[in-house]
């Protein structure tokens, strides 16, 4: 496979449930991303990994936890969630960090809270 | 703190005709990156262009260009005689640098312009 890929591609899952959404990139990349995109909302960064190293975090919600096992791969484990954590959450990587570098999109994992 | 508006909610154009897209942005910062991102109906947002702060010259790639204007904070997006493969939502995004506070890897995005073209 090419690009960057997202599992599942649609995921529908109760408050109490726990559930782990799944990025991974075949471009030889540093850095990966998870945005979060809500109706009628910009992108929101949610978390940033540069060479399995988390680098950012945007205030989100602990009920939403990363994890980067190496460069090519990358978690968001969810649990507890609330329904307005219904959202397409996108994953991206690019080559390193910083202003030079586009990002590379997969397709999202569209997720509904129940 | 950086801003990108996209006023345009939802636009509807027959196909062949021309459309601009507008993006105005707002940054503190001297050197920064502007970009362009397609989303299809599949989700994946695709890379469009980019462009750096310091240079202003229009690109133009295939039916596609783009209007950098530094004076009035604008990057324009146009497509000529538009496709139905055109419609989409197009996103523009503006670079974190020194004042974003969030470090020079953070995209900001608009909230999007979503184009749809009719046969």
Not at chain 2, 16 to 40: A, G, I, M, S
Request: net charge neutral.
């Amino acid at each position: 496979e090419t690009g960057v890929t997202q599992t599942p591609r649609h995921l529908v899952m109760g408050m109490t449930n726990k559930k782990s959404l799944k990025c991974e990139q075949h471009l030889g990349h540093n850095a990966m991303y998870w945005y979060k995109q809500s109706a009628k909302k910009p992108l929101e960064l949610m978390f940033v990994y540069s060479l399995e190293e988390r680098v950012e975090n945007n205030s989100v919600p602990s009920r939403f936890s990363p994890e980067c096992p190496n460069s090519s791969h990358l978690f968001l484990h969810l649990h507890t969630l609330q329904p307005e954590d219904s959202a397409l959450y996108l994953c991206a990587s690019s080559q390193d960090r910083g202003l030079l570098y586009e990002q590379y999109f997969g397709p999202g994992t569209r997720l509904t809270v129940t | 703190a950086q801003k990108v508006t996209q006023a345009q909610t939802e636009i509807s154009v027959v196909e062949k005709e021309d459309v601009t897209l507008d993006c105005v942005y707002e940054t503190r910062d001297t050197t920064y990156y502007l970009f362009w991102y397609k989303q299809p109906p599949s989700g994946e947002l695709v890379f469009l262009i980019r462009r750096n702060s310091f240079d202003e010259q229009n690109e133009i790639s295939g039916r596609y260009s783009w209007n950098f204007q530094k004076s009035t904070s604008s990057f324009n997006f146009t497509i000529t005689a538009s496709q139905v493969v055109d419609s989409a939502v197009y996103f523009c995004a503006l670079s974190g640098g020194a004042y974003s506070g969030a470090g020079s890897y953070q995209l900001t995005f608009g909230k999007g312009t979503k184009l749809s073209v009719i046969p």
